[in-house]
T-cell receptor, first 113, second 111 residues
Framework: DAGVIQSPRHEVTEMGQEVTLRCKPISGHNSLFWYRQTMMRGLELLIYFNNNVPIDDSGMPEDRFSAKMPNASFSTLKIQPSEPRDSAVYFC???????????FGPGTRLTVT | GNSVTQMEGPVTLSEEAFLTINCTYTATGYPSLFWYVQYPGEGLQLLLKATKADDKGSNKGFEATYRKETTSFHLEKGSVQVSDSAVYFCALYTGGFKTIFGAGTRLFVKA
């Protein structure tokens, strides 16, 4: 199994630009999570989906952030417009809901200048 | 609400030293408990888990015992190696969808 796949691995963009992060969960997993990790705030849960439906987006910091899961094998996290304070590592994770064990992707390191 | 508290780092040890990272939790019901490890430049990965009281999870020489009476799940290893340098996260799951993670404890092991 390839595990959770994220792209790109690194993204450098200028303030005001739109950024789209992509995630392919493990086949058969029915829950998907987006996290953000920074030195200052640690690991933060942004949003999670179950069976492609958003369940809780209370962790999304602002309206500039949006996430979609059009099918069971793909999700995106979009930031528009991006700001320097959005610089962080963004992780996608997937799981079987009844298990609780999450499988993390390698992360996307975002730098907004 | 549900929460996890783990000892602040960083923890710095010499190779072959004994490791303990404390973790306590607050939860309704009977959670499953986990330790995840994050190596530099990587995502979190499951290290071990325990699903009920008195269970011991173990992997790669690490152990943790689910103690309901003290609401704890401390991580231990008898002899650490330089390659164990990483950030360790304690976590709990009470059903539904969401896992609650602790703040993480960074471990440095010196040769």
């Amino acid at each position: 199994d390839a595990g959770v796949i994220q792209s790109p691995r690194h993204e450098v963009t200028e303030m005001g630009q739109e950024v789209t992060l992509r995630c392919k969960p493990i086949s058969g997993h029915n829950s998907l999570f987006w996290y953000r990790q920074t030195m200052m705030r640690g690991l933060e849960l942004l949003i999670y989906f179950n069976n492609n439906v958003p369940i809780d987006d209370s962790g999304m910091p602002e309206d500039r952030f949006s996430a979609k899961m059009p099918n069971a094998s793909f999700s995106t996290l979009k930031i528009q417009p991006s700001e320097p304070r959005d610089s962080a590592v963004y992780f996608c994770a997937s799981s079987l809901a009844q298990d609780g064990e999450q499988y993390f992707g390698p992360g996307t390191r975002l730098t907004v200048t | 609400g549900n929460s996890v508290t783990q000892m602040e780092g960083p923890v710095t040890l010499s190779e072959e030293a004994f490791l303990t990272i404390n973790c306590t939790y607050t939860a309704t019901g009977y959670p499953s408990l986990f330790w995840y490890v994050q190596y530099p430049g990587e995502g979190l990965q499951l290290l071990l888990k325990a699903t009920k009281a008195d269970d011991k999870g173990s992997n790669k020489g690490f152990e943790a015992t689910y103690r309901k009476e003290t609401t704890s799940f401390h991580l231990e290893k008898g002899s650490v190696q330089v390659s164990d340098s990483a950030v360790y996260f304690c976590a709990l799951y009470t059903g539904g969808f969401k896992t609650i993670f602790g703040a993480g404890t960074r471990l440095f092991v010196k040769a």
